[in-house]
């Protein structure tokens, strides 16, 4: 049990907000030395699951790839698409269809089609801050409502991706369930049977999560009728106290 004073040692680590990298570092060392390893052998460990899990790292090369991509247009290019689609596709309509087509991908297996570096940020999240924009007139969008469309955006993807890789047997969580159950209680459970219970899962939350992004349309006209409302007095204060105004009144 004493091994487990490494999990003590992530927790305070992140609770005080240090370095992932160096809390998950140090409480690998911590357990092995609770655990009686020789520090050559905990640096054995270290160098053989990182060599077992280099997919990992495969960031390292997909992020270069999107700034280059960003750097030539494709932000710019992915708002294009969405003002040729013409009005109907609004934002919430568009995070919907996003929403399915990332529960399907899943479902069969295709898990890193999507994702926050790979789709959300340089493709969703532009096409839906480009919904939005023809909403509120083609204008500037204030910074509140751009960061709500860029957090459903995400969120979207979340749930897209949570809920539909359950749903393809030969996901690493699927398979973990099976092993300790069959292991811990004798009992033969396949794969396809959780993969099937998990269908009723992903389409409940299709429809629970694509409703509230549908709601969103109208939140999101809402906010902008708010922001702009707020911008014109702020714009109005500004002009009030110009310096000819101040002048005329201390010449008075």
């Known amino acids: 049990m004493i091994v487990l004073l490494g999990v003590l040692v992530v927790v305070l680590g992140f609770a005080t907000r240090r370095n992932p990298l160096l809390v998950v570092g140090v409480a ?20 053989e699951s990182f060599a077992s899990s280099r997919s990992v790292t495969i960031f390292a090369i997909t992020l270069p790839v999107i700034g280059l991509l ?17 009005t109907k596709l609004t934002t919430g309509r568009f995070l919907t269809l996003y929403l399915l087509l990332r529960q399907l991908t899943a479902a069969v297996g295709l898990q890193t089609i999507g994702g926050p570096a790979q789709s959300v940020r340089p493709m969703i999240a532009p096409m839906a801050e ?18 709500k469309v860029r957090s459903h955006a995400a969120g979207t ?22 092993g300790l159950v069959n292991s811990t209680y004798h009992t033969h459970l ?29 939140k999101l006209e809402r906010d902008l009728v708010t922001a702009n409302a707020e911008m014109a007095v702020a714009r109005e204060d500004a002009q009030g106290r110009s310096p000819e105004s101040t002048e005329g009144g201390a010449a008075k």
């Open 190 to 218: 396949e794969p396809l049977h959780l993969a099937l219970w998990a269908v009723p899962s992903a389409v409940c939350a299709f429809f629970i999560h694509g409703g509230r992004l549908l709601r969103l349309d109208r």
């Open 70 to 86: 960003e750097r030539n247009g494709l932000q710019q290019q992915a708002r294009t698409l969405i003002g040729k689609l013409g």
């Open 157 to 178: 993807d979340t749930v897209g991706l949570f809920f539909g890789e359950d749903c393809f047997l030969a996901i690493g969580s699927i398979l973990l369930i099976t």
């Open 130 to 147: 480009a919904a939005t924009e023809r909403m509120n007139e083609d204008r500037p969008l204030p910074r509140k409502v751009r960061e």
């Open 28 to 47: 690998g060392i911590v357990t092995g030395l609770l655990g009686k390893l020789s520090p050559v052998e905990i640096l054995r460990t270290f160098g």
